[in-house]
């Protein structure tokens, strides 16, 4: 008897399991798991970035204005920020990557040559970085 219900009990249980369905794990919330596509900005400081930003504003605006860079605002839009008429990068950055927070990370630290000009790196750890972006974030057309 003891045996016939502890089989009972491990079918109940595989059943059960398998009524569960197969769904990854990634899809599942994980408590402390950043936001998709904010690796950066989920940990950043607006207002720190607002100070950090003032390197940039001899090339870059915080509006849709063209500096010598384009301006920021709308960067993380789905149309980007405002660029020059003759300019025309896709939806995408100057290097042809996707406007993501790791990307748009890796352009300001290893800089590089768009239609517009040259953007030379940055020199800005992770914790700088992440109050960037957030602050970038907060940066509407």
Not at 41 to 57: E, H, I, N
Not at 84 to 99: C, F, I, Q, S, T
Not at 110 to 127: A, K, L, T, V, Y
Request: charged content about 15%.
């Amino acid at each position: 008897m003891l045996r016939r219900n502890f089989i009972s009990l491990w079918i109940a249980l595989l059943l059960g399991l398998s009524a569960c369905g197969a769904q990854p794990a990634a899809e599942a919330p994980i408590a402390g798991a950043l936001p998709p596509d904010r690796p950066y900005s989920a940990r950043g400081d607006a207002d720190r970035g607002a100070r950090l930003f003032s390197a940039c504003v001899s090339c870059h605006a915080t509006t849709t204005e063209h500096v010598f860079g384009p301006g920021l605002a709308g960067l993380f839009d789905p149309a980007g920020p405002a660029l020059p008429a003759n300019v025309d990068y896709g939806g995408k950055l100057p290097n042809g990557k996707e406007r993501t927070e790791a990307n748009i990370a890796a352009w300001i630290r290893e800089g590089g040559q768009g239609q517009i000009g040259f953007m030379p790196p940055q020199r800005f750890n992770d914790q700088q970085l992440a109050d960037l972006m957030a602050y970038l974030r907060t940066l509407s057309p």
